[in-house]
């Protein structure tokens, strides 16, 4: 990925510029839809005790949340350092600044610093991403048990409103760009990589999918 890495120090800059508004935004409306369904299907598949790796963390909301649901640790890693400053400070004020830590930088980059986890999280992370085979291989390398992300449909209207993102990041010079990527590749590598699908849910725009990890010597169910 050093090949894109102007692309994610522009990444990094966007989201620094709107981490206030995300905050302001998750206090008047609290979770997105996507959240919620990532926080029923992981607590469906079993959190207490474990400990979490959040990919893309942002501010941190979704793994705090998991933090009060029952897993004991979280490590968020993201390339936005204004996100990050807050969610330091919004783990401080929450009393969980003794169950988080925190890295900065690009995770595909940075992914052998990382340290495994039971349950891996990439909420809307995917689509950041022009390489999501690099990505998604590397997440799923540290993943014990779960692994929990969102990513984007491939629909008319999903795609429209791409095209409109990549436009106006242009009009600001942006090297940013959001992607949409084959959802079916994507779960056809998650689960060659023995992993199997137990909780899916989706919006309009997005795709909500929870895998476990398939013991050694078992059989991968049929996925719901």
């Known amino acids: 990925m050093n090949c894109c890495a102007p692309i994610n120090a522009d990444t ?5 510029t709107f981490a206030r508004l995300h905050r302001l935004r998750f206090r ?5 839809t996507t959240q919620r369904q990532l926080i029923e299907g992981m607590r ?13 963390c942002g501010p941190g909301y979704l793994h705090r949340a998991l933090l009060r649901s029952g897993a004991t640790r979280a490590t968020g890693v993201d390339l936005s350092a204004g996100m ?3 969610a330091r400070v919004e783990a401080e004020a929450d009393g969980l600044h003794e169950q988080t830590d925190y890295l900065h930088g690009d995770f595909t980059q940075i992914a052998d610093e990382v340290p495994d986890a039971d349950v891996v999280i990439l909420d809307k992370v995917v689509c950041c991403y022009p390489d999501w085979e690099s990505l ?6 540290k993943t014990r048990r779960l692994y929990a992300l969102t990513f984007p449909r491939d629909r008319v209207l999903t795609r429209a409103g791409i095209r409109a993102m990549r ?5 600001v010079n942006c090297c940013y760009r959001p992607y949409i990527h084959d959802p079916a590749a994507i779960q056809a590598r ?9 909780y899916a849910a989706r919006t309009m ?10 013991e050694p010597g078992c059989l991968p169910g049929t996925s719901v």
Request: charged content about 20%; hydrophobic content about 50%.
């Open 12 to 16: 990094g800059r966007i989201f620094s």
């Open 28 to 32: 008047l409306l609290g979770f997105e």
């Open 44 to 56: 469906d598949a079993g959190l207490q005790g474990a400990d979490l790796l959040e990919v893309g």
């Open 84 to 86: 990050l400053a807050i």
């Open 136 to 141: 998604v291989d590397r997440s799923l390398g």
């Open 167 to 171: 436009w106006g990041l242009g009009i």
């Open 190 to 198: 998650i689960e060659a990589s023995g992993f199997r699908r137990v």
């Open 205 to 214: 725009t997005w795709l909500t999918q929870v895998y476990v990890r398939v």
